[in-house]
């Protein structure tokens, strides 16, 4: 069974770029989370879908960040413009059910703003 | 709010010694509490998780185990291997949302 994909692995932009992530979750599961992990910390949650339904963006910096889970699939995490700050590794993850259910993570996507 | 936190930050022994990892959690009112294993430039991989009423739980040479009066779990790695170098974090869901409250992680280096 195929695990969490994410796409890119790394991505180097200039700061006030654009970028975007994809997150393909593992079949099935219905719930899906974004985090953001910075350098030595335990990564903090984004969003959270349910299907297609975000039910928990309150971590999400809405003046730049966007998500979209149009089908209750894949999603795509998106940053415009890019500021140095959000230099990170972003973790997708996905459970079967909602709520204290296994998390099972994809390899993250390493975001470096210069 | 849950805060959680992992001592020692960094960790570092020679091959075959048995150690203890260590989390600990301010809110006791958890659902489960899980274990997992970063490697450099990678992502998490769940080792382990202990629902609320479990005392611990085991796979291979991991014993992780809960006390939630007192706001504590721990790793146990026996017999450690350098493959068992790496980054390994605990979180507690928050609430019933799902939302993972993550330590910031104990980096273990396992010496040959």
């Known amino acids: 069974e195929a695990g969490v994909v994410q796409s890119p692995r790394y991505k180097i932009i200039e700061k006030k770029q654009p970028v975007a992530f994809w997150c393909n979750p593992i079949?099935?599961?219905?719930?899906l989370y974004w985090y953001r992990q910075n350098l030595g910390q335990g990564p903090e949650l984004l969003i959270r879908?349910?299907?297609?339904?975000?039910?928990?963006d309150s971590q999400l910096p809405k003046d730049r960040f966007s998500a979209e889970r149009l089908k209750g699939v894949d999603s795509t995490l998106k940053i415009q413009p890019a500021e140095l700050g959000d230099s990170a590794v972003y973790l997708c993850a996905s459970s079967l059910e909602l709520g204290t259910d296994t998390q099972y993570f994809g390899p993250g996507t390493r975001l470096t703003v210069l | 709010k849950q805060e959680v936190t992992q001592i020692p930050a960094a960790l570092s022994v020679p091959e075959g010694e048995n150690l203890v990892l260590n989390c600990s959690f301010t809110?006791?009112?958890?659902?489960?509490l899980q274990w997992f294993r970063q490697d450099p430039g990678k992502g998490l991989t769940s080792l382990l998780l202990i629902q609320s009423s479990q005392r611990e739980q085991t796979s291979g040479r991991l014993n992780a185990s809960l006390d939630k009066s007192s706001g504590r779990s721990t790793l146990y790695i026996a017999a450690s291997q350098p493959g068992d170098s790496a980054t390994y974090l605990c979180?507690?869901?928050?609430?019933?949302?799902?939302?993972?409250?993550f330590g910031q992680g104990t980096t273990l280096q396992v010496k040959p």
């Open positions: 079949s099935g599961h219905n719930t």
């Open positions: 809110d006791s009112a958890i659902y489960n």
């Open positions: 879908y349910e299907n297609e339904e975000a039910v928990d």
């Open positions: 979180a507690v869901p928050s609430s019933n949302t799902g939302k993972l409250i």
